[in-house]
């Protein structure tokens, strides 16, 4: 279901996945599948008040009271900074709080809950973890969410990934 705050939720088109997973980054509700048709699209968003957001001129095109973003490059960069420009997505909010896979809102869990589903050495060298309560994968903040950091910067502008937050890696 679409969001209930005053974030923009979105639909994506099947062109669309590397988005969707930067957009769910930055924490925001993002339905994709790689293989939703067209009509099933524009249906759901207009079931759940998304933004559909797709490369296809056709879906563009639509007469439903949905709102459409025409997604104009194939680099992702360009992509995600093509939507928060027209959705004026702040920077901050609530970073890393869903599930890449699932879309689903992570939550926290102690180490002690995790402690046979995660490497030895990330429990001794981690203190926070989130999982999925959708497909159980678990999330910590390693290097590559780091690098998840740097880049969210590089595109958005400094401050859109400020703090820690727990989550990360996956297993």
């Known amino acids: 279901m679409a969001e209930t705050d005053d974030r923009p939720a979105f639909i994506a088109d099947a062109m669309l996945g590397r988005l969707a997973r930067a957009l769910r980054m930055l924490g925001l509700d993002t339905f994709y599948r790689s293989d939703i048709d067209d009509n099933e699209l524009k249906l759901t968003a207009l079931r759940e008040g998304r933004a559909i957001l797709t490369r296809d001129h056709e879906v563009a095109e639509t007469s439903l009271p949905v709102t459409v973003l025409l997604i104009e490059s194939d680099d992702v960069e360009e992509q995600l900074l093509q939507t928060a420009r027209a959705f004026h997505i702040a920077p901050g909010g609530k970073l890393f709080s869903r599930c890449l896979i699932c879309n ?5 869990v102690l180490p002690s809950e995790i402690r046979d589903e995660v490497p030895e050495y990330v429990l001794a060298t981690q203190r926070r973890f989130s ?3 959708s497909c159980g994968r678990i999330y910590w903040a390693a290097t590559h969410v780091e690098h998840a950091r740097e880049w969210l910067e590089r595109v958005l502008g400094p401050g859109c990934a400020p703090g820690e937050d727990g989550q990360g890696e996956e297993r």
């Open 104 to 108: 689903v809102e992570v939550e926290d």
């Open 131 to 133: 999982r999925c309560p």
